[in-house]
């Protein structure tokens, strides 16, 4: 057995510093360390969870917001869809913006941009109003979801990093919930209303919250870098050799050239930006969005009187498969559960387009059951793994001198692949209904591979460590 508060190399993760007698006692983080990890993370994560409640608004809102503005079909169908074009034009900015803004620079914008967004739609007086609040949410959420994973990277401890980055997909998911939910009560104005209460409280967390330090260390701030680490890791707490750690590999950053957009496709950057993007492209072609859009209109097609059964027992599965994700993130490691998150979604896929091929074919066995089954795995399966680890994953594998550029590219890459699943789903269906699923589960099926083949196991290493192993330009630095 390992001693307790060491990692597999049998080195301390936080050393408590003796306060009598001379001694040190070496254990986990102190209570104080965790108080302040917890608070941070708490805050940077009312981000996600205002992300979740604006990819869960149009729904719930849809027949209201149609009667009082007097909205087509066609008009409102771009009030939904527009989200994800303002969440791409966030992405590519998202790097850029938390490098010069800080972490807590570029979420406080978000929050600005989300909340007159909000209030656009809530005192809208037309669909342009709609469609302009719309797309400034969007921004918001695409900065938002490159700067929440990365920022909780970058002040956790690695034997915590993993549940605390999970966590993220987590309050994203009781977000869309907490939508649904409100939609059914309260107006289309005042859930608009409701949405502007997380980025006050954020925005009112980040004056407490330290900034990264590891950011800090790398843009030129040498002197707050260690009481921002020293309060993050608790008064107690030898810090020394972590510092050290960042701070010798922030100086061999230094000497390397200042990145653009191209120098990711050199050789030196090119595991680990085929590691974030293939996560990030094959996340979204695995069909989630076209899924969760439309899963009432899936069961309706499958068969089923109603959609509604499906997708309550599709969110009854969500949460707790996310909160088990979280609880097995540090112990299980990365890559396992992505490789059985990956083999469920194939496996959900592959039952729900064999409901479809019974029903075309006329199979004498009705196969209704295995739609829901398969919606119900594919989710629960896809919760697990592949809805918070691709994000966990592109916040430990890129230096900080690329962080910037590679999180605008991955974040973008994400985005349009939502956008590109989610506006072709409805055609692939009339083109073919099990043929879409057979697609779907032939892309999961390919994620196992690529997974097993490329992507490394991050569970319980510093970002150093891991940013060293996989960029041969600081592999000198990893010893």
Request: charged fraction near 15%; aromatic fraction near 10%.
């Amino acid at each position: 057995m390992e001693p307790k508060g060491r990692d597999a190399a049998g080195k301390p993760l936080l050393v408590r510093v003796g306060r009598s007698g001379g001694g040190d006692s070496r254990g986990s983080a102190s209570s104080s360390s965790i108080t302040v990890v917890v608070g941070s993370t708490a805050v940077a994560v009312a981000g996600s969870f205002e992300f979740g409640l604006s990819i869960g608004y149009s729904s719930p809102s849809q027949l209201d917001i149609m009667r009082d503005l007097h909205l087509s079909l066609a008009e409102y169908s771009v009030f939904g869809s527009i989200l994800t074009i303002g969440a791409m034009l966030g992405a590519i900015v998202s790097g850029s913006i938390a490098d010069r803004a800080g972490r807590r620079g570029a979420m406080a914008i978000s929050d600005v941009i989300c909340t007159l967004g909000y209030l656009l739609i809530a005192f809208s007086q037309n669909y342009w109003w709609l469609d302009i609040g719309r797309v400034l949410i969007g921004c918001g959420i695409g900065l938002l979801s490159y700067v929440v994973p990365v920022y909780i990277s970058e002040i956790t401890p690695k034997n915590l990093r993993g549940g605390f980055a999970t966590v993220n997909q987590f309050m994203i998911c009781c977000g869309g919930s907490l939508a649904f939910v409100l939609g059914t009560f309260v107006t289309w104005r005042n859930l608009a209303i409701v949405g502007v209460i997380p980025c006050l409280l954020q925005m009112v967390g980040l004056l407490v919250i330290p900034e990264s330090p590891r950011w800090l260390a790398r843009f030129g701030h040498p002197g707050v870098f260690v009481p921002a680490l020293q309060k993050l890791r608790g008064q107690g707490t030898d810090i020394s050799e972590e510092a050290s750690e960042i701070k010798v590999f922030t100086e061999k950053l230094q000497h390397l050239p200042k990145s653009k957009m191209l120098d990711l496709f050199q050789k030196d950057y090119i595991h680990a930006v085929t590691v974030g993007v293939g996560l990030m492209a094959l996340q979204q072609l695995g069909g989630v969005n076209g899924i969760l859009f439309y899963a009432s209109e899936v069961f309706v097609s499958a068969g089923f009187s109603s959609g509604n059964t499906g997708t309550v027992a599709m969110a009854a599965v969500q949460v707790p498969m996310i909160g088990l994700g979280v609880l097995l993130m540090d112990k299980a490691g990365r890559r396992p559960l992505l490789m059985i998150s990956a083999a469920g979604t194939c496996l959900g896929c592959l039952l729900v387009g064999l409901s479809f091929l019974s029903k075309e074919e006329h199979w004498e066995r009705n196969l209704n059951v295995f739609a829901l089954a398969g919606l119900l795995v594919f989710i629960g399966s896809f919760s697990l793994g592949m809805g918070g680890i691709p994000w966990v994953i592109m916040s430990e594998i890129f230096p900080i001198n690329m962080k910037g550029s590679a999180g605008s590219l991955v974040t973008l890459v994400n985005w349009l692949g939502s956008w590109i699943i989610s506006y072709a789903f409805n055609f692939l269906m009339i083109w073919s209904s099990y043929g879409t699923f057979f697609i779907f589960a032939t892309i999961c099926g390919l994620t196992v591979v690529f997974v097993e083949r490329l992507v490394p196991e991050t569970k319980g290493r510093t970002l150093e460590e891991i940013q060293a192993s996989m960029n041969s330009s600081l592999t000198p630095f990893h010893k």
